[in-house]
Nanobody, 123 residues
Framework: QVTLVESGGRLVQAGDSLKLSCLHS????????MGWFRQAPGNDREFVAA????????FTADSVKGRFSISRDNAKSTVYLQMDNLKPEDTAVYFC????????????????WGQGTRVTVSS
């Protein structure tokens, strides 16, 4: 069983930066592709970014490209989401997810999910 725990979400102002972390509990972190998704109030959950098990391939949503970057440290079993130049429309609960299959942007492909961390961006 895998447990994912996100951290780092908080209230920030527009233009600020924030770095989210997600700790993977299992011993086999480097078997998993990892993704970040977000869900804004009243909206469906949407894909943000994903990274292959070795960091060799990354997908990023167009809405955050150039502002957000995903990275991972397999020695620490942690995946990160660096968010720069935050905008009010980035306000959401951010979830990390683990996928044993190929790198994907599809929510349905992910096997394990964290509980989320809330990011609020004030204007």
């Amino acid at each position: 069983q895998v447990t994912l725990v996100e951290s780092g979400g908080r209230l920030v102002q527009a233009g600020d930066s924030l770095k989210l972390s997600c700790l993977h509990s299992g011993r086999t972190f480097d078997h998993y592709a990892m993704g970040w998704f977000r869900q804004a109030p009243g909206n469906d959950r949407e894909f943000v970014a994903a990274i292959r098990w070795d960091g060799g391939s990354i997908f990023t949503a167009d809405s955050v490209k150039g502002r957000f970057s995903i990275s991972r440290d397999n020695a620490k079993s942690t995946v990160y989401l660096q968010m720069d130049n935050l905008k009010p429309e980035d306000t959401a609960v951010y979830f990390c997810a683990a996928d044993l299959g190929p790198l994907s942007t599809l929510e349905s492909k992910y096997d394990y999910w964290g509980q989320g961390t809330r990011v609020t961006v004030s204007s």
